[in-house]
């Protein structure tokens, strides 16, 4: 069983950097495919980003402003935001799965284990 912590969210200004970390603890890190999803308000879950044997993966509306990467040695996976929009506000969720994937849209019943989330919220 996998866990996964998410932390770095915060608040922060239209055009500003963030980056968000996700540690996990209880199995072998870098046999997962790791992936980022969000849910904004009233909103379903969405992909960000993912990182696989295959790729590295970003859905539309951050490429070239995200950046997914990942630490074996700390068993951490990061994304790094720049110029942030206020569309980009949302809770954002690491989730880890066994299965190799590949595309610009991770379906979330792919994913077999899942953070509690980290709020990012930017401002205009």
């Known amino acids: 069983q996998v866990q996964l912590v998410e932390s770095g969210g915060g608040l922060v200004q239209a055009g500003g950097s963030l980056r968000v970390s996700c540690t996990a603890s209880g199995g072998t890190f870098s046999s997962y495919t790791m992936g980022w999803f969000r849910q904004a308000p009233g909103k379903e879950r969405e992909f960000v980003a993912g990182l696989s044997r295959f790729g590295i993966y970003y859905t539309d509306s951050v490429k070239g402003r995200f950046t997914i990467s990942r630490d074996n040695a700390k068993n951490t996976q990061y994304l790094q935001m720049n110029r942030l929009e206020p569309e980009d506000t949302a809770v954002y969720y690491c989730?880890?799965?066994?299965?190799?994937?590949?595309?610009?849209?991770?379906?979330?019943?792919?994913?077999?284990?899942w953070g509690k989330g980290t709020l990012v919220t930017v401002s205009s």
């Open positions: 989730a880890a799965t066994v299965t190799s994937i590949r595309g610009d849209n991770w379906p979330r019943a792919l994913m077999d284990y």
